[in-house]
């Protein structure tokens, strides 16, 4: 094939990835929770539709890092998006320090762009599609 046809078909397919609206997300803040040893952090998730076909929708979730893990792991081996999303890079897990500021702070920003990164690759863009993408997504 000539290099027009190979740049055509790579036109064609960057066009089929498109996603009509993006899940937007933010993480605006964590919390630590409990005391002692039973302690641990969790991290607030906002999913923002915008535009969809019912209008503007945020869905506002709670989250533990060990649960945004779970969920890579299950994309990555199942599903429709398994090897796209085994590419993406999730973030490290930090062992010592787990419980402090500059640690949460860090895991937030590292996150929050992750799960960016994968609703884009997995090209969600309404509530029932998060819903069916993984039950990680779902208001509880």
């Known amino acids: 094939k000539t290099n027009k046809q190979k740049d ?3 036109i064609v397919l960057q066009k089929e990835r498109e996603c009509p609206g993006p899940v ?11 005391s002692g040893r039973s302690s641990h952090v969790e991290y607030e998730v906002e999913l923002m539709i915008i535009g969809g ?14 649960e945004f893990r779970d969920l890579h792991r299950r994309l990555a081996r199942h599903g429709a998006h398994g090897k796209n999303v085994a590419k993406l890079i999730f973030p490290n897990r930090k062992i010592f ?4 500021t500059s640690v949460s702070n860090s895991r937030q ?6 799960l960016s990164n994968m609703l884009d690759t997995c090209c969600i863009s309404s ?3 998060l819903d069916l993408l993984d039950i990680f997504f779902r208001a509880t």
């Not at 997300?25 to 964590?30: D, E, Q, S, W, Y």
């Not at 076909?53 to 060990?66: A, H, Q």
């Open 109 to 114: 920003k590292d996150l929050q762009s992750y």
């Open 53 to 66: 076909e019912e209008g503007d929708y945020v869905r506002k979730i709670f989250r533990r890092f060990s």
């Open 8 to 10: 055509d078909k790579e």
């Open 97 to 100: 320090f787990s419980l402090s």
């Open 127 to 129: 509530k029932e599609e």
């Open 24 to 34: 937007l997300v933010r993480i605006p803040r964590h919390y630590t929770i409990g």
